[in-house]
């Protein structure tokens, strides 16, 4: 096996290892050429969170800075959504839910204590393309020789995001139309 496969597997048994055991769904069969809806469908989101993630961003917004719904539930919601469809597509590169929870449950405790929000993207869980550097974490942009190279501080944006009161919670693969990572293979369409 050639070192830079070795390398590439490791990385893949490490992401598939940071998903939460009680997250995993049987996918559906693979003649199945549509798994938009398999989300709603697979029984991993309650109810409640599939409201929340079928929510527009405004109104999610609203409902956070009022407290309706908590930082955490939002990001649990979407952290699960995340995960069924990587499941289904292969669309993460990293995969951080607790430390994603972390910060979800300071912003909680920042509006709880102050009953102000951090910013206007306070609790918004967003995902990154695999691109941007988040501190601690590997950004490979699908390059091999990229693996085991940590970020030491996050790229502009995602300082900027966070001062505006997101939650980074998963980076994700670039386009599926024009590439293949060596290191989690392609990133499939959920609609063909």
């Known amino acids: 096996m050639p070192h830079w496969t070795a390398l ?18 049987t996918p559906p069969p693979l003649s199945t050429l549509d798994v938009t809806g398999f989300p709603e469908s697979c029984g991993l989101l309650n109810a409640r969170e599939i409201e929340i993630t079928n929510t527009s961003v405004d109104v999610l917004l609203k409902r956070l800075a009022s407290a309706e719904w908590t930082a955490v539930d939002v990001t649990t919601a979407f952290s699960k959504r ?18 994603a ?51 030491e501080k996050n790229a502009v944006l995602v ?7 997101a939650v980074p919670f998963v980076p994700h693969q670039h386009s599926t139309d024009t590439y293949v990572a060596r290191i989690l293979q392609q990133c499939l369409r959920s609609d063909n």
């Open 82 to 99: 995340a995960i069924v469809a990587h499941q289904l597509v292969n669309c993460l590169t990293e995969i951080f839910i607790d430390r």
């Open 159 to 165: 300082d900027i995001l966070i001062e505006c009161g």
């Open 8 to 25: 590439a597997a490791e990385k893949k048994q490490r992401q598939l290892k940071s998903i939460p055991q009680e997250w995993l769904v």
């Open 101 to 151: 929870l972390a910060r979800a449950a300071e912003l909680d405790d920042y509006l709880k204590k102050t009953g102000k929000v951090v910013g206007p993207l306070h609790g918004l869980p967003v995902s990154l393309k695999d691109q941007l550097c988040i501190k601690g974490l590997e950004t490979t942009m699908g390059y091999v020789s990229w693996i085991g190279q940590y970020a």
